[in-house]
């Protein structure tokens, strides 16, 4: 046997061995009972990430990304860890995002979470892509938004057949964070725009053929589409030339023009997204195609919060506090310049401040929401009248009676 056949044999045998470790951390993982929302454990030369909030899809927490970080870079630091390795608890999901609810209503009580998170988050994406160990992430089921940000940026990114990869973020009022402006953009062709904006999903061996995944593990062993091809492949082309428009507006008019199934498909995705994340979106691809990480994750970090106040909150209340509300994006001015004027962009032109309006797809939901906020005002105004009452029992006190015409003032 020569030199040759040797090294090959080698080769292979190391690469058999990676897998059945990969597999084998990937059987671990189905069965914690650690206590802790992320659990940092020295196995052997690895250290171990596992993000363990199986009940909620390992959405990502304030709290883990503080633990995370600071280990991240103990073992980056420490001779004797040679490998970094992510992966989430239970069957369902890697990571399905950051944890929206706490942050929403964070940011709605006026709290400095929502800034910090954000700044914290995209500080560890960050650490991951300038990280000297080897970073492995297993994106095992659900892999979406800030579960996409602590593993994409990693070297190696392994899925299996249950990895299902989007960026919703368009959906909900946002727009795909944690890198995306970076990594998006330097996909094949035009799909990066094409997930960004429509929030598709990829799953399985798609999410390694789309070129997100770096490689791919059948922890079934089932080899079900092993033969099959990319699930875009067919519309590629159509998808290159449509998401080549610079704006929204001919983007929408190039899927109406071809009029083809999957054209009007995406269409009506679109349709249902908020004109002004899919605004943001696009001009956001564009600039950060050219960028370094760094610096998309500074112009991230700025968008993100011109949205908490903008864009995010009506969002969330309907996605959280009003689910059973349904939203219907028209068109309104968001003051789409001043945004990116706040993240270090000149103003877009003309032609992209779009006039976008959230409002309700029916007048049974209007008139729900308008009750709602007469209650709400009715309460205020009640409680406003309780307060004069006490001022005038109480001898008039001048600084109560100020006090009191500085709320109704400020309400």
Not at 99 to 115: L, N, T
Not at 314 to 322: D, R
Not at 345 to 361: A, F, V
Request: hydrophobic share 40%; with cysteine; aromatic share 10%.
């Amino acid at each position: 046997m020569g030199q040759q056949d040797v090294c090959r044999l080698l080769w292979r045998f190391s690469s058999f061995k990676r897998t059945n470790i990969i597999l084998q951390h990937l059987r671990m993982s189905k069965h914690t009972d650690a206590v802790g929302d992320v659990l940092l454990e020295r196995k052997g030369c690895a250290g171990v990430i596992t993000l363990n909030r199986p009940k909620f899809l390992n959405a990502l927490s304030f709290s883990m990304v503080r633990q995370i970080y600071p280990q991240l870079k103990k073992w980056e630091q420490d001779p004797e860890t040679f490998l970094i390795l992510i992966k989430g608890a239970g069957e369902k999901a890697f990571c399905a995002g950051g944890d929206i609810k706490v942050i929403s209503e964070a940011a709605k009580a006026k709290q400095k979470m929502s800034q910090d998170f954000f700044r914290e988050e995209y500080l560890l994406n960050n650490a991951i892509a300038r990280c000297q160990k080897p970073y492995v992430a297993l994106i095992d089921g659900i892999t979406m938004g800030g579960g996409v940000g602590v593993s994409v940026h990693g070297l190696f990114r392994v899925a299996t057949e249950k990895t299902v990869f989007a960026m919703p973020e368009t959906a909900i009022g946002l727009f795909p964070d944690v890198g995306g402006g970076y990594f998006l953009p330097r996909l094949q062709g035009k799909l990066g725009y094409f997930l960004a904006l429509t929030g598709f999903r990829l799953k399985g061996r798609d999410v390694y053929r789309a070129g997100i995944a770096t490689h791919f593990v059948d922890s079934a062993k089932s080899k079900t589409d092993q033969d099959k091809p990319f699930i875009l492949e067919e519309h590629m082309d159509k998808i290159n030339r449509w998401f080549s428009a610079s704006t929204v507006e001919q983007i929408t008019e190039n899927l109406r023009q071809d009029g083809s199934p999957f054209a009007l498909e995406q269409l009506k995705v679109l349709n249902k997204m908020s004109p002004t994340s899919l605004k943001i979106a696009l001009r956001q691809l564009t600039e950060g195609s050219s960028k370094t990480l760094e610096e998309v994750l500074t112009m991230e970090y700025r968008l993100s919060q011109a949205c908490m106040v903008r864009i995010f909150f009506s969002s969330c209340m309907v996605t959280f506090i009003l689910p059973n509300f349904q939203i219907k994006y028209t068109y309104e001015d968001h003051s789409m310049a001043r945004m990116f004027c706040k993240a270090g962009l000149s103003s877009p032109p003309k032609s992209t401040q779009m006039k976008s309006k959230e409002t309700n797809s029916t007048s049974t939901t209007q008139t729900n929401i308008a009750t709602l906020l007469l209650l709400t005002v009715t309460a205020r105004l009640a409680s406003h009248c309780v307060g004069f009452l006490v001022c005038v029992i109480s001898e008039f006190s001048l600084p109560r009676l100020f006090n009191f015409f500085s709320k109704i003032y400020l309400f």
